[in-house]
Protein backbone atom coordinates (compact mmCIF):
# COMPACT_ATOMS: atom_id res chain seq x y z
CA UNK A 1 0.00 0.00 0.00
CA UNK A 2 1.32 3.83 -0.41
CA UNK A 3 2.64 5.38 2.31
CA UNK A 4 1.22 9.19 1.90
CA UNK A 5 3.01 10.10 4.83
CA UNK A 6 6.07 8.93 3.13
CA UNK A 7 5.40 11.80 0.85
CA UNK A 8 5.47 14.51 3.77
CA UNK A 9 9.06 14.24 5.00
CA UNK A 10 9.33 14.97 8.41
CA UNK A 11 12.63 16.16 8.70
CA UNK A 12 13.75 19.85 9.09
CA UNK A 13 14.47 21.06 5.48
CA UNK A 14 17.84 21.37 4.94
CA UNK A 15 17.68 22.85 1.72
CA UNK A 16 16.68 26.20 2.47
CA UNK A 17 13.79 26.19 0.05
CA UNK A 18 10.39 27.24 1.08
CA UNK A 19 8.11 23.96 1.87
CA UNK A 20 5.39 25.10 -0.61
CA UNK A 21 7.48 24.01 -3.54
CA UNK A 22 8.73 20.71 -2.44
CA UNK A 23 5.06 20.15 -1.34
CA UNK A 24 4.10 21.15 -5.49
CA UNK A 25 6.80 18.93 -6.48
CA UNK A 26 5.42 16.08 -4.77
CA UNK A 27 2.26 16.89 -5.71
CA UNK A 28 3.12 16.46 -9.27
CA UNK A 29 4.71 13.69 -9.21
CA UNK A 30 1.70 12.15 -7.61
CA UNK A 31 -0.23 13.26 -10.33
CA UNK A 32 -2.97 14.84 -8.19
CA UNK A 33 -6.45 16.36 -9.75
CA UNK A 34 -6.44 19.57 -11.68
CA UNK A 35 -7.87 21.44 -8.70
CA UNK A 36 -4.96 20.70 -6.25
CA UNK A 37 -3.06 21.63 -8.74
CA UNK A 38 -5.12 25.28 -9.21
CA UNK A 39 -4.54 25.22 -5.60
CA UNK A 40 -1.10 25.29 -5.48
CA UNK A 41 -0.35 27.38 -8.53
CA UNK A 42 -3.12 30.04 -6.94
CA UNK A 43 -0.92 30.14 -3.77
CA UNK A 44 2.56 30.19 -5.55
CA UNK A 45 1.36 33.54 -7.57
CA UNK A 46 0.38 35.63 -4.67
CA UNK A 47 3.79 35.43 -3.10
CA UNK A 48 5.88 38.43 -2.73
CA UNK A 49 8.45 40.49 -1.68
CA UNK A 50 11.14 37.71 -1.03
CA UNK A 51 8.40 36.38 2.09
CA UNK A 52 8.20 32.59 2.24
CA UNK A 53 4.95 31.13 2.60
CA UNK A 54 5.48 28.39 5.83
CA UNK A 55 3.38 25.21 4.70
CA UNK A 56 3.48 22.02 6.64
CA UNK A 57 6.41 20.71 5.51
CA UNK A 58 8.16 23.52 6.69
CA UNK A 59 10.52 23.44 9.95
CA UNK A 60 8.64 25.29 11.79
CA UNK A 61 5.95 23.11 11.49
CA UNK A 62 8.26 20.73 13.16
CA UNK A 63 9.78 22.65 15.40
CA UNK A 64 5.79 23.60 16.72
CA UNK A 65 5.35 19.91 17.52
CA UNK A 66 8.26 19.38 19.47
CA UNK A 67 7.77 22.58 21.48
CA UNK A 68 4.24 20.92 22.14
CA UNK A 69 6.10 17.27 23.16
CA UNK A 70 8.14 19.27 25.53
CA UNK A 71 5.11 21.67 27.16
CA UNK A 72 3.62 18.33 28.10
CA UNK A 73 6.52 15.50 29.30
CA UNK A 74 4.50 13.56 31.11
CA UNK A 75 2.20 13.10 28.17
CA UNK A 76 1.05 9.29 27.63
CA UNK A 77 -0.22 8.08 24.68
CA UNK A 78 -3.27 6.62 22.83
CA UNK A 79 -2.94 4.60 20.00
CA UNK A 80 -5.63 3.61 17.72
CA UNK A 81 -7.00 2.42 14.55
CA UNK A 82 -10.01 3.87 12.50
CA UNK A 83 -11.23 2.65 9.00
CA UNK A 84 -13.60 4.45 7.16
CA UNK A 85 -15.60 2.43 4.62
CA UNK A 86 -19.07 2.10 3.56
CA UNK A 87 -22.03 0.32 5.17
CA UNK A 88 -25.65 -0.15 5.09
CA UNK A 89 -27.59 1.50 7.96
CA UNK A 90 -31.10 0.95 9.35
CA UNK A 91 -32.91 4.28 11.00
CA UNK A 92 -36.04 2.97 11.86
CA UNK A 93 -36.80 1.01 9.36
CA UNK A 94 -35.62 3.23 6.53
CA UNK A 95 -32.62 1.41 4.97
CA UNK A 96 -29.43 3.20 3.26
CA UNK A 97 -25.85 3.06 2.53
CA UNK A 98 -23.42 5.17 4.83
CA UNK A 99 -19.37 5.69 4.48
CA UNK A 100 -19.07 5.34 8.63
CA UNK A 101 -15.94 5.56 11.01
CA UNK A 102 -15.31 1.86 12.00
CA UNK A 103 -18.98 1.05 11.05
CA UNK A 104 -20.21 3.52 13.43
CA UNK A 105 -22.63 6.11 12.89
CA UNK A 106 -21.85 8.59 14.26
CA UNK A 107 -17.88 7.31 14.20
CA UNK A 108 -16.55 5.83 17.81
CA UNK A 109 -16.04 8.94 20.69
CA UNK A 110 -12.50 9.18 20.53
CA UNK A 111 -10.60 10.13 23.78
CA UNK A 112 -7.55 11.52 25.21
CA UNK A 113 -5.90 13.42 27.72
CA UNK A 114 -4.21 17.04 27.61
CA UNK A 115 -0.86 15.96 26.19
CA UNK A 116 -1.27 12.80 25.37
CA UNK A 117 1.13 11.68 22.35
CA UNK A 118 -2.27 10.64 20.09
CA UNK A 119 -1.54 8.40 17.30
CA UNK A 120 -4.28 7.22 15.39
CA UNK A 121 -3.57 4.74 11.93
CA UNK A 122 -6.32 5.71 9.50
CA UNK A 123 -7.28 3.26 7.01
CA UNK A 124 -9.45 4.76 3.85
CA UNK A 125 -11.76 1.90 2.67
CA UNK A 126 -13.99 4.25 1.04
CA UNK A 127 -14.30 4.49 -2.90
CA UNK A 128 -12.61 7.85 -3.02
CA UNK A 129 -9.38 9.12 -1.40
CA UNK A 130 -10.27 11.28 1.67
CA UNK A 131 -8.76 13.15 5.03
CA UNK A 132 -9.53 13.08 8.83
CA UNK A 133 -9.93 16.89 10.56
CA UNK A 134 -9.43 16.92 14.24
CA UNK A 135 -11.96 19.89 14.91
CA UNK A 136 -11.28 22.56 17.17
CA UNK A 137 -7.90 21.24 18.14
CA UNK A 138 -4.25 23.42 17.77
CA UNK A 139 -2.39 20.64 16.80
CA UNK A 140 0.70 20.95 13.99
CA UNK A 141 -0.21 21.97 10.94
CA UNK A 142 0.76 18.88 8.77
CA UNK A 143 -1.59 16.76 11.09
CA UNK A 144 -4.83 19.38 10.12
CA UNK A 145 -6.33 17.18 7.54
CA UNK A 146 -7.64 19.37 5.04
CA UNK A 147 -6.68 17.77 1.42
CA UNK A 148 -4.29 19.96 -0.86
CA UNK A 149 -3.55 22.36 1.96
CA UNK A 150 -1.69 20.51 4.52
CA UNK A 151 -1.51 16.62 3.16
CA UNK A 152 -2.68 15.15 0.13
CA UNK A 153 -5.75 13.19 0.05
CA UNK A 154 -5.36 9.48 1.11
CA UNK A 155 -6.34 7.55 -1.74
CA UNK A 156 -8.32 4.52 -1.49
CA UNK A 157 -7.07 1.54 0.00
CA UNK A 158 -4.13 3.59 1.89
CA UNK A 159 -3.67 4.48 5.14
CA UNK A 160 -2.19 7.50 6.90
CA UNK A 161 -0.66 8.19 10.52
CA UNK A 162 -2.30 11.15 12.07
CA UNK A 163 -0.01 11.76 16.00
CA UNK A 164 -0.69 14.75 17.48
CA UNK A 165 -0.64 16.24 20.85
CA UNK A 166 -3.52 17.97 22.17
CA UNK A 167 -3.02 21.01 24.12
CA UNK A 168 -6.40 21.90 25.71
CA UNK A 169 -9.77 19.78 26.85
CA UNK A 170 -13.05 19.80 26.01
CA UNK A 171 -15.40 18.55 23.48
CA UNK A 172 -14.20 18.38 20.04
CA UNK A 173 -15.22 15.94 16.89
CA UNK A 174 -13.11 14.85 14.13
CA UNK A 175 -14.22 14.62 10.63
CA UNK A 176 -13.42 13.73 7.15
CA UNK A 177 -12.59 17.38 5.28
CA UNK A 178 -13.06 15.52 1.69
CA UNK A 179 -15.62 17.19 -0.73
CA UNK A 180 -19.57 16.92 0.39
CA UNK A 181 -18.17 13.44 2.12
CA UNK A 182 -19.06 14.44 5.78
CA UNK A 183 -22.99 14.18 5.23
CA UNK A 184 -22.53 10.83 4.17
CA UNK A 185 -21.69 10.00 8.02
CA UNK A 186 -17.97 10.75 8.81
CA UNK A 187 -18.24 12.26 11.95
CA UNK A 188 -17.51 11.51 15.64
CA UNK A 189 -16.76 13.34 19.10
CA UNK A 190 -13.13 13.20 20.46
CA UNK A 191 -12.92 14.17 23.58
CA UNK A 192 -10.20 15.63 25.37
CA UNK A 193 -10.06 15.53 29.44
CA UNK A 194 -7.89 16.90 31.97
CA UNK A 195 -6.55 14.90 34.22
CA UNK A 196 -6.02 17.68 36.89
CA UNK A 197 -9.42 19.02 37.00
CA UNK A 198 -11.73 16.87 38.98
CA UNK A 199 -14.75 16.23 36.79
CA UNK A 200 -18.12 18.34 38.77
CA UNK A 201 -20.77 16.27 36.87
CA UNK A 202 -21.77 12.64 37.85
CA UNK A 203 -22.65 11.49 34.41
CA UNK A 204 -22.16 12.56 30.42
CA UNK A 205 -23.75 12.56 27.82
CA UNK A 206 -22.76 12.39 24.43
CA UNK A 207 -24.78 13.93 21.92
CA UNK A 208 -24.00 14.06 18.28
CA UNK A 209 -26.43 16.16 15.83
CA UNK A 210 -26.94 15.62 11.93
CA UNK A 211 -29.38 15.62 8.89
CA UNK A 212 -29.54 13.06 6.77
CA UNK A 213 -30.41 12.64 3.15
CA UNK A 214 -32.58 9.13 2.58
CA UNK A 215 -31.74 7.80 -0.96
CA UNK A 216 -29.20 10.23 -2.01
CA UNK A 217 -26.37 11.63 -1.55
CA UNK A 218 -25.08 15.21 -0.38
CA UNK A 219 -23.01 15.65 -4.00
CA UNK A 220 -26.36 14.61 -5.60
CA UNK A 221 -28.34 17.38 -3.18
CA UNK A 222 -25.37 19.72 -4.54
CA UNK A 223 -25.75 19.23 -7.86
CA UNK A 224 -29.50 19.98 -7.81
CA UNK A 225 -28.58 23.86 -5.84
CA UNK A 226 -26.51 24.26 -8.57
CA UNK A 227 -28.43 23.34 -11.13
CA UNK A 228 -30.72 25.98 -9.59
CA UNK A 229 -33.57 23.84 -7.52
CA UNK A 230 -33.33 25.58 -4.17
CA UNK A 231 -36.47 24.72 -2.03
CA UNK A 232 -39.52 25.81 -2.79
CA UNK A 233 -41.00 26.96 0.47
CA UNK A 234 -37.81 29.39 2.18
CA UNK A 235 -36.80 28.10 5.44
CA UNK A 236 -36.42 31.08 7.54
CA UNK A 237 -34.91 32.06 11.59
CA UNK A 238 -35.24 34.85 13.86
CA UNK A 239 -32.55 33.49 15.63
CA UNK A 240 -30.54 33.08 12.65
CA UNK A 241 -31.48 36.46 11.06
CA UNK A 242 -32.76 34.84 7.35
CA UNK A 243 -32.81 32.11 5.95
CA UNK A 244 -32.23 28.88 8.02
CA UNK A 245 -30.70 26.91 5.52
CA UNK A 246 -30.34 25.12 1.24
CA UNK A 247 -31.56 22.09 2.09
CA UNK A 248 -35.31 20.25 4.17
CA UNK A 249 -33.88 16.88 5.14
CA UNK A 250 -35.75 13.99 5.57
CA UNK A 251 -34.18 12.99 8.28
CA UNK A 252 -32.52 14.98 11.41
CA UNK A 253 -30.30 12.49 13.68
CA UNK A 254 -29.41 12.36 17.39
CA UNK A 255 -26.65 10.11 17.78
CA UNK A 256 -27.14 8.29 14.71
CA UNK A 257 -30.59 8.24 15.20
CA UNK A 258 -34.03 9.08 14.28
CA UNK A 259 -36.66 9.90 16.43
CA UNK A 260 -38.38 6.86 15.79
CA UNK A 261 -35.72 5.26 17.23
CA UNK A 262 -34.58 7.18 19.86
CA UNK A 263 -31.34 7.04 21.48
CA UNK A 264 -31.82 6.38 25.68
CA UNK A 265 -29.61 8.64 28.13
CA UNK A 266 -30.27 6.84 31.55
CA UNK A 267 -29.00 7.97 34.99
CA UNK A 268 -30.68 8.71 38.58
CA UNK A 269 -32.84 11.68 39.85
CA UNK A 270 -30.83 14.58 41.54
CA UNK A 271 -27.27 13.74 39.46
CA UNK A 272 -25.48 16.18 37.42
CA UNK A 273 -25.25 15.36 33.63
CA UNK A 274 -23.13 16.95 31.52
CA UNK A 275 -24.57 17.26 28.17
CA UNK A 276 -21.15 17.49 25.44
CA UNK A 277 -23.35 18.86 22.39
CA UNK A 278 -21.69 18.63 19.13
CA UNK A 279 -23.32 20.05 15.76
CA UNK A 280 -22.10 17.44 13.22
CA UNK A 281 -25.09 18.24 10.46
CA UNK A 282 -24.25 19.74 7.11
CA UNK A 283 -26.81 22.70 6.80
CA UNK A 284 -28.87 22.79 9.75
CA UNK A 285 -28.65 24.94 12.97
CA UNK A 286 -30.18 22.70 15.83
CA UNK A 287 -32.22 24.88 19.05
CA UNK A 288 -31.38 22.02 21.92
CA UNK A 289 -33.44 21.55 24.85
CA UNK A 290 -34.06 19.43 27.88
CA UNK A 291 -38.07 19.54 28.85
CA UNK A 292 -38.76 20.31 32.04
CA UNK A 293 -35.22 21.68 33.17
CA UNK A 294 -33.10 24.48 32.95
CA UNK A 295 -29.38 23.92 31.21
CA UNK A 296 -26.38 25.64 32.67
CA UNK A 297 -23.94 26.25 29.83
CA UNK A 298 -20.49 25.73 30.96
CA UNK A 299 -18.46 25.39 27.64
CA UNK A 300 -18.30 26.18 24.07
CA UNK A 301 -16.12 24.79 21.74
CA UNK A 302 -14.11 22.92 23.89
CA UNK A 303 -13.10 26.43 25.88
CA UNK A 304 -14.90 26.91 29.20
CA UNK A 305 -17.32 30.39 29.91
CA UNK A 306 -18.54 32.11 32.87
CA UNK A 307 -21.63 29.47 33.86
CA UNK A 308 -24.81 30.89 32.54
CA UNK A 309 -28.43 29.36 32.50
CA UNK A 310 -30.64 29.08 29.70
CA UNK A 311 -33.69 27.28 28.81
CA UNK A 312 -32.08 26.51 24.54
CA UNK A 313 -28.80 27.22 22.94
CA UNK A 314 -28.25 27.21 19.18
CA UNK A 315 -25.51 25.61 17.71
CA UNK A 316 -24.72 26.02 13.80
CA UNK A 317 -22.73 23.55 12.46
CA UNK A 318 -19.38 22.83 13.95
CA UNK A 319 -20.36 24.67 17.16
CA UNK A 320 -20.30 22.58 20.65
CA UNK A 321 -21.53 23.59 23.70
CA UNK A 322 -21.34 21.85 26.91
CA UNK A 323 -24.01 22.24 29.07
CA UNK A 324 -24.78 20.95 32.92
CA UNK A 325 -28.48 19.76 33.98
CA UNK A 326 -29.39 18.89 37.22
CA UNK A 327 -32.02 15.78 36.30
CA UNK A 328 -35.41 15.68 37.90
CA UNK A 329 -37.27 12.33 38.46
CA UNK A 330 -38.74 10.90 35.53
CA UNK A 331 -38.69 10.47 31.32
CA UNK A 332 -37.63 13.64 29.57
CA UNK A 333 -37.47 14.64 25.78
CA UNK A 334 -34.03 15.95 25.23
CA UNK A 335 -34.94 18.03 21.60
CA UNK A 336 -32.91 19.19 18.92
CA UNK A 337 -35.25 21.43 16.89
CA UNK A 338 -34.00 22.00 13.17
CA UNK A 339 -34.18 25.38 13.40
CA UNK A 340 -36.84 27.31 10.68
CA UNK A 341 -37.27 23.56 9.06
CA UNK A 342 -40.33 22.55 11.06
CA UNK A 343 -38.85 18.96 12.54
CA UNK A 344 -36.11 18.01 14.93
CA UNK A 345 -33.78 14.81 16.55
CA UNK A 346 -34.89 13.26 19.64
CA UNK A 347 -33.70 11.18 22.31
CA UNK A 348 -34.50 10.66 25.63
CA UNK A 349 -33.40 11.17 29.03
CA UNK A 350 -34.24 8.44 31.77
CA UNK A 351 -33.68 8.75 35.60
CA UNK A 352 -37.25 7.39 37.03
CA UNK A 353 -40.75 6.15 35.84
CA UNK A 354 -43.37 7.04 33.82
CA UNK A 355 -44.42 6.82 30.16
CA UNK A 356 -41.60 8.10 27.17
CA UNK A 357 -42.13 11.47 26.38
CA UNK A 358 -43.42 11.97 22.64
CA UNK A 359 -40.83 12.18 20.02
CA UNK A 360 -42.32 14.97 18.31
CA UNK A 361 -42.85 16.82 21.91
CA UNK A 362 -42.10 20.61 21.87
CA UNK A 363 -40.48 21.48 24.98
CA UNK A 364 -41.50 25.00 26.20
CA UNK A 365 -37.69 25.68 27.14
CA UNK A 366 -37.72 26.20 23.28
CA UNK A 367 -40.45 29.02 23.27
CA UNK A 368 -38.03 31.80 24.63
CA UNK A 369 -35.25 33.11 22.70
CA UNK A 370 -32.35 30.83 23.04
CA UNK A 371 -28.53 31.47 24.37
CA UNK A 372 -26.35 32.38 21.39
CA UNK A 373 -22.79 33.53 21.45
CA UNK A 374 -23.74 37.31 22.43
CA UNK A 375 -24.56 35.96 26.20
CA UNK A 376 -20.93 34.24 26.77
CA UNK A 377 -17.90 35.48 27.80
CA UNK A 378 -14.77 33.43 28.58
CA UNK A 379 -13.99 32.00 31.94
CA UNK A 380 -11.33 34.26 33.59
CA UNK A 381 -8.79 31.24 32.71
CA UNK A 382 -9.11 31.33 29.18
CA UNK A 383 -9.81 34.86 28.37
CA UNK A 384 -7.12 35.92 25.64
CA UNK A 385 -4.95 38.61 26.81
CA UNK A 386 -6.38 41.93 25.48
CA UNK A 387 -4.23 43.30 23.12
CA UNK A 388 -4.66 45.19 19.97
CA UNK A 389 -4.15 43.70 16.87
CA UNK A 390 -1.08 43.91 15.16
CA UNK A 391 -2.56 42.96 11.67
CA UNK A 392 -6.52 42.75 10.68
CA UNK A 393 -7.88 40.89 7.84
CA UNK A 394 -11.39 41.50 6.09
CA UNK A 395 -13.18 38.11 5.16
CA UNK A 396 -16.21 39.70 3.02
CA UNK A 397 -18.54 36.77 3.03
CA UNK A 398 -20.80 36.73 -0.53
CA UNK A 399 -23.21 35.09 -2.41
CA UNK A 400 -24.64 34.10 -5.73
CA UNK A 401 -27.47 32.24 -5.87
CA UNK A 402 -28.05 31.98 -9.53
CA UNK A 403 -24.95 30.17 -10.15
CA UNK A 404 -25.31 28.73 -6.06
CA UNK A 405 -21.56 30.09 -5.60
CA UNK A 406 -20.49 31.03 -2.15
CA UNK A 407 -17.36 33.61 -1.62
CA UNK A 408 -14.82 35.26 0.66
CA UNK A 409 -13.58 38.22 -0.78
CA UNK A 410 -15.18 37.60 -3.84
CA UNK A 411 -13.30 34.64 -4.60
CA UNK A 412 -14.38 31.07 -4.67
CA UNK A 413 -12.49 28.20 -3.53
CA UNK A 414 -10.04 26.66 -4.42
CA UNK A 415 -8.86 30.48 -6.06
CA UNK A 416 -8.55 32.45 -3.38
CA UNK A 417 -6.45 35.76 -1.78
CA UNK A 418 -4.98 34.07 1.30
CA UNK A 419 -5.37 36.09 4.70
CA UNK A 420 -1.26 36.64 5.56
CA UNK A 421 -0.26 37.09 8.48
CA UNK A 422 3.83 36.21 10.53
CA UNK A 423 3.86 34.12 13.33
CA UNK A 424 3.84 36.20 17.25
CA UNK A 425 1.45 38.39 15.97
CA UNK A 426 -2.11 39.28 17.85
CA UNK A 427 -4.14 38.84 14.41
CA UNK A 428 -8.31 39.92 14.00
CA UNK A 429 -9.81 38.90 10.91
CA UNK A 430 -13.58 40.81 11.17
CA UNK A 431 -16.67 39.04 9.29
CA UNK A 432 -18.93 40.43 7.26
CA UNK A 433 -21.82 38.70 6.12
CA UNK A 434 -23.28 40.65 3.03
CA UNK A 435 -25.94 37.76 2.27
CA UNK A 436 -29.29 36.74 3.66
CA UNK A 437 -27.82 33.16 5.22
CA UNK A 438 -25.94 32.74 8.27
CA UNK A 439 -22.53 31.80 8.19
CA UNK A 440 -20.66 29.78 10.70
CA UNK A 441 -16.93 30.13 10.25
CA UNK A 442 -14.41 27.94 11.69
CA UNK A 443 -10.91 28.77 11.73
CA UNK A 444 -7.95 25.46 11.75
CA UNK A 445 -4.94 25.23 14.09
CA UNK A 446 -6.06 28.44 16.77
CA UNK A 447 -8.91 29.13 18.91
CA UNK A 448 -10.22 32.22 18.96
CA UNK A 449 -11.70 35.05 20.73
CA UNK A 450 -14.26 36.62 19.74
CA UNK A 451 -13.52 40.47 19.67
CA UNK A 452 -14.99 42.37 22.66
CA UNK A 453 -13.85 45.35 24.91
CA UNK A 454 -11.44 43.99 27.65
CA UNK A 455 -10.65 40.47 25.88
CA UNK A 456 -13.88 38.77 27.24
CA UNK A 457 -15.63 37.26 24.16
CA UNK A 458 -15.74 34.00 24.49
CA UNK A 459 -13.03 31.33 22.76
CA UNK A 460 -14.33 29.72 19.93
CA UNK A 461 -12.75 27.81 16.92
CA UNK A 462 -16.75 28.58 14.62
CA UNK A 463 -18.89 31.28 15.32
CA UNK A 464 -22.32 32.40 13.64
CA UNK A 465 -21.80 35.42 11.52
CA UNK A 466 -25.57 36.57 10.82
CA UNK A 467 -27.08 38.02 7.07
CA UNK A 468 -25.82 41.81 7.65
CA UNK A 469 -23.63 41.32 10.64
CA UNK A 470 -19.76 42.12 10.92
CA UNK A 471 -18.24 40.27 13.77
CA UNK A 472 -14.51 40.72 14.49
CA UNK A 473 -12.53 37.34 15.79
CA UNK A 474 -8.99 37.81 17.64
CA UNK A 475 -5.94 35.04 17.73
CA UNK A 476 -2.15 34.61 18.66
CA UNK A 477 -0.53 33.39 15.46
CA UNK A 478 1.38 31.15 17.45
CA UNK A 479 0.89 27.98 15.32
CA UNK A 480 2.77 28.11 11.68
CA UNK A 481 1.48 26.76 8.84
CA UNK A 482 -1.43 26.85 6.13
CA UNK A 483 -4.62 26.86 7.76
CA UNK A 484 -8.18 26.95 5.91
CA UNK A 485 -10.90 29.35 7.02
CA UNK A 486 -13.98 28.24 6.03
CA UNK A 487 -18.12 28.31 6.33
CA UNK A 488 -18.96 25.37 8.30
CA UNK A 489 -22.08 24.47 5.97
CA UNK A 490 -20.34 21.96 3.80
CA UNK A 491 -22.12 22.96 0.74
CA UNK A 492 -21.04 26.30 0.97
CA UNK A 493 -17.82 25.07 1.69
CA UNK A 494 -17.79 23.15 -1.59
CA UNK A 495 -19.39 26.35 -3.31
CA UNK A 496 -16.24 28.22 -2.36
CA UNK A 497 -16.71 30.17 0.67
CA UNK A 498 -13.25 29.13 2.33
CA UNK A 499 -9.31 30.93 2.07
CA UNK A 500 -6.73 30.41 3.85
CA UNK A 501 -4.60 31.86 6.91
CA UNK A 502 -1.24 31.88 5.13
CA UNK A 503 1.73 31.74 7.23
CA UNK A 504 5.00 33.38 5.96
CA UNK A 505 8.56 34.09 7.31
CU1 LIG B 1 -22.18 29.45 4.76
Known amino acids: ?19 WDLSRRRFLQLGLGASALGLVAACSSTRSGGEATVGPDSPQVGDFASAEEQRFPAGGRVTRTVVAAPADVDLAGIRDTAWLYDGQLPGPVLRADVGDRVQI ?59 L ?39 QMYDRLRGGSMESSPMTSTAL ?60 DGFPVEPVRTGSVLLGMGERYDAVVALGDGAFPLVAAAEGKGAQAFAMVRTGGGA ?31 RDPDVTLGASLGGNMETYTWTV ?51 KDTVIVLPGQTIATDFDTDNPGQWIVHCHNDYHLAAGMATIVSYRS
Open 409 to 459: NDRAYPTYTPLTVGSGRRARIVYTNTTKMYHPMHLHGHTFAVARPGGTGPR
Open 356 to 386: PPDPAASPDELRAPPLTVADLRAAAAVQLPA
Open 181 to 219: QRGRGLYGALIVDDPAAPADHDAEFVVVLSDWLTGSTPT
Open 121 to 179: RFRNQLPDPTTVHWHGLAIRNDMDGVPDVTQPPIPVGAEFVYEFVPPDPGTFWYHTHGD
Open 1 to 19: MPDPNAMWGRAPRRDGRPG
Open 241 to 300: GGDAGDVRYPLYLLNGRPPADPAVFTATPGQRALLRIVNASDDTAFRVALGGHRLTVTGS
